[in-house]
């Protein structure tokens, strides 16, 4: 196996299990994990959003997400309404409580991702080129 490849891929890796565990600190304060936030953000930029869209959006298997919304709705973040054409739809809403609580989640991991790369936003254009073209190539290899 090619040394570069496999350096790149690990650097890759520990560099997304630093983001997340950041994030998941973040978000414990909030008593949230990745996942909720997500779900939630999906649910306040998509209002009316279907259980099969979230579950598309979010990556992840319909019974995975279901254990996730039926979580959060408990916790009174987000509730569920029938579809108006199609009443065996459930169409996903944030809660006021949710939307409080994803503003001051969302704020916090805002100032946390300027905190985080503050330094990298001058001259870095050549960097965010190859990671972008890294992207688009892992991308391209998961539709084959």
Request: proline letters at 1%; charged letters at 30%; aromatic letters at 6%.
């Amino acid at each position: 196996m090619n040394n570069d490849a496999l350096q790149l891929y690990n650097t890759l890796k520990e560099i997304y299990f630093c983001l997340d565990n950041g994030d998941r600190q973040l978000f414990d304060t909030y008593q949230l994990t990745v996942p909720r936030f997500y779900a939630l953000r999906n649910i306040a930029e998509n209002p009316g959003l279907s259980m099969t869209e979230l579950s598309t959006r979010m990556l992840s298997d319909k019974s995975n997400i279901t254990r996730l919304v039926k979580s959060i709705e408990d916790e009174g973040l987000v509730c569920r309404k029938q579809g108006e054409r199609d009443k065996r739809k459930q169409r996903l809403y944030l809660s006021e409580k949710g939307e409080r609580i994803l503003n001051q989640a969302t704020n916090a991991h805002n100032r946390l991702i300027l905190a985080r790369f503050s330094d990298f936003s001058n001259g870095d254009e050549e960097l965010l080129q190859q990671l972008g073209e890294i992207k688009q190539r892992l991308e391209a290899s998961l539709q084959k």
